[in-house]
């Protein structure tokens, strides 16, 4: 990722249709090894009700190996219900990394919404399978950890609720490094319905989950950035007599003070949402989100930043340079906006440069042919002609002699 895109990433209502259907592919994807994974070990017990179905205390929990179970305190199987996603998980975890004693990554009695990916996704998965009270260590193969990226000293753990949490101090942990876990699932509720929600817990809601966003994409995983943005923006939305839509001149209405703050929220969301999407390749996506921050603030720097970014990738130069050339009016002295703009119009000069070449082509006034090139089509023809004329005049004067000395 480059300088200016890591700067410009903390400041998208509905995605778009290309959006939603990633989410809910990853919803039905969540549930169908959720799903497998259960009714696999009840089979296998109905099977062999005699053989234990774990190998040496571990069981297998999606069939590849990618993700071990050890129970070491049973939960409460009575009503045999478990947490299902979007439901509030108060937990205690600790993470390190496999066959090793350091704990780098510890939290006691706090609350995730789970398939939020507010944790690691091996810990998101386990979730679904435990029952209230239940104690257990997992062992976790990368691509449900840290994946291909791994953590190094310095990085952001990233961890819950925390907007600048600490950072990782342990060896490097690579993108072939197993993590061990330990997870308790304390208990779970029901998701409120977010109008229910006092605007200050909408707030501290969102906020996390932008953050939490955020390090997803510094980790080059855009489609799981947009999911935490798309749920930071369902608890962000308008809520009736609040937040209004801008006046004809781009300026907001008047607003309460905690309104205002929620929907300067809700912009950041967009505008890193639109990140996301056009590092994802959602061209269209991400063009509604930052045309969504620029109807509230036409200034965004940030946003025009991005919108310019967002044409070039549409094959739209000049509309590109446009917004290029706003930002660069909005943020004079930024860096990454000025080097945007040098861009686009160096882009601009070489298809004005193109257009111009193809026009003297079109009209045959093309420039002479640099000394040793290859002559265009255009000059071989010509001078084939002036030579067959030249040619058919000798003939003609051979020809016209030829007849005098004969008479």
């Not at 930002?327 to 257009?355: F, T």
Request: hydrophobic share 40%; charged share 30%.
């Amino acid at each position: 990722m480059s300088e200016e895109e890591r700067t410009l990433v903390d400041k998208s209502e509905s995605s778009s249709f290309e959006d939603l259907a990633a989410a809910a592919a990853h919803e039905i994807e969540e549930a169908k090894i959720a799903e497998a994974a259960a009714t696999a070990s009840e089979r296998e017990k109905e099977k062999h009700p005699e053989a234990p179905a774990t190998v040496d205390g571990w069981q297998d929990l999606l069939g590849s190996g990618a993700i071990l179970k050890k129970i070491v305190k049973a939960g409460d199987e009575a009503d045999g219900s478990r947490p299902q996603r979007s439901d509030i998980c108060r937990i205690s975890y600790e993470v390190k990394i496999r066959d090793h004693d350091a704990v780098f990554e510890k939290r006691d009695q706090v609350k995730i919404y789970l398939g939020d990916n507010e944790i690691l996704q091996g810990l998101d998965l386990a979730l679904k399978l435990m029952y209230k009270g239940e104690i257990c260590l997992l062992q976790i193969a990368p691509r449900f950890a840290y994946g291909d990226t791994g953590l190094h000293p310095g990085d952001s753990l990233g961890l819950i609720g925390e907007v600048d949490g600490p950072l990782y101090e342990g060896p490097v942990i690579g993108p072939e490094t197993w993590v061990e876990a330990r997870l308790e699932l304390h208990d779970w509720a029901e998701e409120p319905e977010h109008e229910t929600l006092p605007i200050a817990e909408r707030m501290e809601i969102g906020t996390r989950r932008r953050a939490r966003g955020n390090w997803w994409y510094r980790r080059g995983e855009a489609q799981l950035a947009v999911q935490l943005y798309r749920r930071a923006l369902d608890v962000l939305d308008e809520s009736e007599g609040g937040i209004t839509e801008p006046t004809p001149s781009g300026e907001l209405a008047p607003t309460s003070d905690d309104l205002q703050a929620l929907l300067e929220e809700r912009l950041r969301v967009h505008n890193n949402m639109a990140a996301a999407q056009l590092k994802a390749g959602a061209y269209e996506a991400a063009l509604q989100a930052v045309t969504r921050v620029l109807s509230c603030q036409p200034q965004n720097a940030k946003a025009l930043f991005r919108q310019s970014r967002i044409l070039s990738a549409m094959g739209r130069p000049a509309d590109a340079l446009r917004a290029a050339r706003a930002a660069a009016a909005a943020a004079p002295q930024d860096g990454g906006v000025r080097r945007e703009l040098a861009r686009c119009e160096q882009a601009a000069s070489r298809d004005r440069s193109l257009e111009r070449r193809l026009a003297r082509r079109m009209l045959g006034t093309a420039a002479p042919d640099p000394p040793g090139g290859k002559p265009s089509r255009t000059k071989i023809l010509v001078w084939g002609s002036l030579l067959l004329s030249l040619l058919v005049g000798v003939a003609s004067v051979l020809v016209y002699r030829y007849k005098v000395q004969s008479h």
